[in-house]
């Protein structure tokens, strides 16, 4: 009796070769699309679509691969478990009995066991029994009871049963079919071909280690994906709150009290507070902001226009500045700043707004930062760089006065303040690591 259970091993070579199998398979779908010439009326270029087929061959390998393994174990097990049942059902069937042969009435026993697994059945046994006078036909029954049973070849022209004679030379299989009523024949042919040998795939072992993942890049791909699926959750459900707060602001167009913590102003960017925020067709604001727009300080367009001004972040950051130059330059009317009061007292942040500082300040597109992707120690990073690493600054923004209060630091000068900024870190975190060698020395004392 056949075993059909085989070790782990077998099965996970045998997903692996799928896999294989699959990804090349995805491979040359995309090789014959990149030779597809673009659409009629599409300007893109020869270059440019090379790379924007390789940009999607890469993901949606990573995605199949991803996914293959993801599925790998589960799928071995439900292989594993078929032909675990499947062995349980050759060991455990029972053959019926009390079958009699057709020609003689006598008795007969099962000879041969088979597993039959049918496509709109379950697998069952089937069992092959023998006339103890060796009368033919014989006869096959399911474990369940039903027998199996062949249609006899018909005439077509008189339906007689048609007798059949096969003549095999190891070479060539010639049967032929005659009717005994009409004389009908028909000859069918098959010739015998060597069982060919698997061929050797040279190229599998590295096929391999490209397609199917570590374990280690498996858990990679596992935290990727649970992350974007996290995200889509979060974004449908800001999806359903945008949908609310629209249907809101419809009953209430001139504006609402938002209850509820965690959301940020869309000018100053500080976390709502437990009195709420104001939403109105604007967006969100916290009710300091509000109050300035109520007064006059600042246009409520800011709040969905942040492209119209800079605050003092935005101006550090995409310019280097230090906080102390830019409060000198308030002071002296360099650049000019509108405060939001708090309440109408004190100052709750400074914007400085494009219209306000015609010619001094450029477009907030102009001095965006970059990704650029590196590689070190063998690993593939992305960071964000500034925008006057890729041009020329004086170049880049002829025209705009605030060059003429600027300067550009020399690498080596740049390179000098990073090496002091981290020594003044090393220093803090030393004196931190000996006070709480301290604390616990201090508690270790009885």
Avoid at 24 to 31: I, L, V
């Amino acid at each position: 009796m056949e075993k059909h259970l085989k070790p782990h091993l077998y099965y996970s070579d045998l997903y692996d070769r799928h896999t294989v199998e699959r990804c090349r398979r995805t491979e040359q779908s995309f090789d014959r699309t990149s030779t597809t010439p673009p659409p009629k009326g599409k300007k893109i270029s020869k270059e440019e679509a090379e790379r924007i087929n390789a940009f999607a061959r890469k993901l949606y390998l990573h995605a199949e691969t991803g996914e293959r393994y993801l599925k790998k174990e589960e799928t071995i097990r439900e292989w594993m478990d078929a032909d675990r049942n499947r062995d349980d059902l050759l060991k455990n069937a029972q053959a019926p009995e009390g079958i009699r042969c057709l020609t003689c009435r006598n008795l007969v026993k099962p000879i041969l066991t088979q597993l039959w697994s049918g496509i709109d059945k379950p697998d069952r046994v089937l069992f092959m029994y023998e006339c103890p006078n060796k009368c033919l036909p014989l006869r096959a029954f399911f474990s369940d009871g039903e027998e199996w049973r062949t249609k006899p070849d018909l005439c077509p022209r008189c339906d007689a049963v048609l007798s059949r004679k096969a003549n095999d030379d190891g070479k060539k299989l010639v049967t032929t079919y005659t009717c005994p009523k009409c004389k009908y024949s028909k000859t069918d042919e098959y010739t015998w071909t060597k069982k060919e040998e698997e061929k050797i795939d040279e190229n599998f072992a590295a096929d391999r280690d490209r397609f199917c993942l570590s374990p280690e890049e498996g858990r990679k791909y596992a935290d990727e994906k649970y992350g974007l699926e996290q995200l889509a959750k979060l974004t449908e459900e800001w999806k359903e709150k945008d949908k609310a707060l629209a249907e809101r602001l419809e009953a209430n167009p001139n504006g609402f009290i938002l209850e509820g913590v965690g959301r940020n102003c869309a000018i100053c960017g500080n976390s709502s507070r437990e009195d709420g925020s104001w939403y109105d067709k604007w967006g969100l604001k916290c009710l300091v902001c509000q109050k300035a727009i109520d007064k006059g300080e600042i246009p409520a367009s800011l709040a969905k226009d942040k492209d119209s001004w800079y605050s003092k972040w935005d101006l550090e950051h995409s310019f280097n500045l230090k906080s102390q130059t830019l409060r000198k330059w308030v002071k002296e009317g360099i650049i000019k700043a509108r405060t939001v009061s708090r309440y109408g007292n004190g100052v709750h942040v400074e914007l400085f707004l494009l219209k306000d500082n015609k010619d001094f300040l450029p477009p907030k597109k102009l001095v965006k930062s970059h990704s650029v992707t590196e590689e070190r120690d063998g690993k593939t990073w992305h960071q964000m760089h500034p925008w006057y690493h890729f041009v020329d600054p004086f170049k880049h923004l002829k025209g705009y006065r605030i060059l003429e209060h600027m300067r550009v630091v020399p690498p080596e000068e740049m390179e000098a303040r990073k090496e002091e900024e981290k020594r003044k870190w090393e220093e803090k975190r030393a004196r931190r690591e000996a006070k709480k060698q301290v604390r616990m020395r201090h508690r270790k004392k009885p």
